[in-house]
């Protein structure tokens, strides 16, 4: 906080004050500089689903500015909800790494590992948030901002408040932007409908037929800069390019943010050498 925003809360600040008072300014303070910090960053990650957490975590790792959006209350997206609501996660070896960086238990069945669903939630978002990531919950990205054939940052609004009224939005610049959103692809799409990105359908492909393994390896494979600036990780990548969905195996998801984070970290590293 700045010298001026220090001054305006000391004057404001009365020990007489009942307490209510107190926890209210202390939320808008808190909030204040949150928003203040999310204003301007090096990555805006729109979801915090598994590969947005895992996008957010290893660029915070990095030292990168990272603010993560996510519509809903809490983070984790399709995690908790393992299959059919029993939640319980699985993942494949190639992913253990992640697992056990992150500190989430699991055991051995077969080639897989199995955790438990909030567990591997909870881990991810406390693995983001203590390396630095801003998180700002309710807030739904709307568009992305476009400036000289770039996205360069998000309008993002209070979720349900922004549906329901006419209410303008804020906009937070990054110099890079992922698309995490999983089925949706909400931010490829609104590129898609002014027709800046192509598309022989006229529509974004949409996920294809379900085939797990094909699936797993398509989502990490794919992840790629769909557009200057905008990336797409997990769940978007099928929605966008047509992959297989592969339903509640989650391996796929995490690398896929992971790839995602190294190659922003290497495309951020190579323009500030320019
Ligand atoms: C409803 C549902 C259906 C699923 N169906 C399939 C399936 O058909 N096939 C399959 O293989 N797997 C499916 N899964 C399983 C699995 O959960 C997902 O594959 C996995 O969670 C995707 O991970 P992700 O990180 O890509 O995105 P998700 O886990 O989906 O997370 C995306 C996050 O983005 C947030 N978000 C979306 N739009 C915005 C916005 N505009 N602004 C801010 N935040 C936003 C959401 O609230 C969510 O938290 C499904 C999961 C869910 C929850």
Redesign the pocket.
Known sequence: MNERGKAARYETEDDSAPLDTHVARAILDGYHDKVSRALQSDVVI????????VAAWRLAHAGRHVVL????LS?????W?GSLGMNEVVVEQDAFSILAEAGVRQHCRGDLFVADAAELACALCLKALHAGVVFLNL????DVCVHDGRVNGVA?NR?ILGERLPIDPLVLRSRAVID?????A??ADRLHRRGLIDSPEGRLAG?GP?D?AA?EQFVVANVMELFPGLWV????V?AVMGGP????I?GG?LL??EKAGEMIDRSLAESDQI
């Open positions: 729109v979801g915090a689903g598994p590969s947005g957490l959006l996510d519509k809903r983070p984790g997206g399709g995690i909800g807030i739904t990205a709307e993002v979720s995490a959103t999983g089925h949706e909400v931010l996920e379900m797990a699936g990780s997990g769940m978007s099928c969905r592969m339903g509640p989650f998801m896929s943010g």
